[in-house]
């Protein structure tokens, strides 16, 4: 029934790089515009990065330049490669249509720390 699941994170330190992975079961992933976004302690979530259906892409100031989000429709899965890390990066990073309207996975966590 998990629609959302989201993977790929783990411990880097500054300026290193990971890749996470979005895959859902749904079948009209291909249709929406999808996004990125994270949930850092004490904070509430925040939208970083979205990819429409055919796409085009926008981001976060704040991860401009270092993120690249991508997505494979044909394999339902969305990516975020993350490059250039910061501590403040740290936090649980979510994936969701572009408007956050599908229930939220587990999300997946990215530890920056030296």
């Known amino acids: 029934q998990v629609q959302l699941v989201e993977s790929g994170g783990g411990l880097v330190q500054p300026g290193g790089s990971l890749r996470l992975s979005c895959t859902t079961s749904r079948t009209d992933f291909r249709f929406n515009a999808m996004g990125w976004y994270r949930q850092a302690p004490g904070k509430q979530r925040e939208w970083i990065a979205s990819?429409?259906?055919?796409?085009?892409?926008n981001y976060a100031d704040s991860v401009k330049g270092r993120f690249t989000i991508a997505r494979d429709n044909a394999k339902d899965t969305m990516y975020l490669q993350m490059n250039s890390l910061k501590p403040e990066d740290t936090a649980v990073y979510y994936c969701?249509?572009?408007?956050?309207?599908?229930?939220w996975g587990q999300g997946t966590q990215v530890t920056v720390s030296s």
């Open positions: 990819i429409s259906s055919g796409g085009s892409t």
């Open positions: 969701n249509t572009a408007r956050g309207y599908w229930v």
